[in-house]
Nanobody, 115 residues
Framework: QVHLVESGGGLAQVGGSLVLSCGVR????????MGWYRQAPGKQRELVAQ???????EYVDSVKGRFTISRDNAENTVSLQMNNLKPEDTAVYYC?????????WGQGTQVTVSS
């Protein structure tokens, strides 16, 4: 069983920065697709950023140039550096681990951006 534990959420001001981290137990980040999703109140969960096994990265358009996803194979973690935060970035952020037909989620971490 794969367990994902997110950390680093919290309150930030507009224009500020936060770093989210996802620790993985029971799995290996370097051989799977890892992603960060978010869900705001009343909205569907959306993909924010994703890094695939070979290092291919994609971002949702709304965060391009502001967010950076990275992977630390030695620490078996995936991080999301979030800069120039906006109120619309407020959401619960979830770490995701995909390996073949297997899909695992973290418990989520709240990010709130206040103006």
């Amino acid at each position: 069983q794969v367990h994902l534990v997110e950390s680093g959420g919290g309150l930030a001001q507009v224009g500020g920065s936060l770093v989210l981290s996802c620790g993985v137990r029971g799995g290996t980040v370097s051989v799977v697709t890892m992603g960060w999703y978010r869900q705001a109140p009343g909205k569907q969960r959306e993909l924010v950023a994703q890094i695939r096994r070979r290092g291919d990265i994609e971002y949702v358009d709304s965060v391009k140039g502001r967010f950076t996803i990275s992977r630390d194979n030695a620490e078996n973690t995936v991080s999301l550096q979030m800069n120039n935060l906006k109120p619309e970035d407020t959401a619960v952020y979830y770490c995701n681990y995909v390996f073949g037909m297997h899909n695992f989620w973290g418990q989520g971490t709240q990010v709130t951006v206040s103006s």
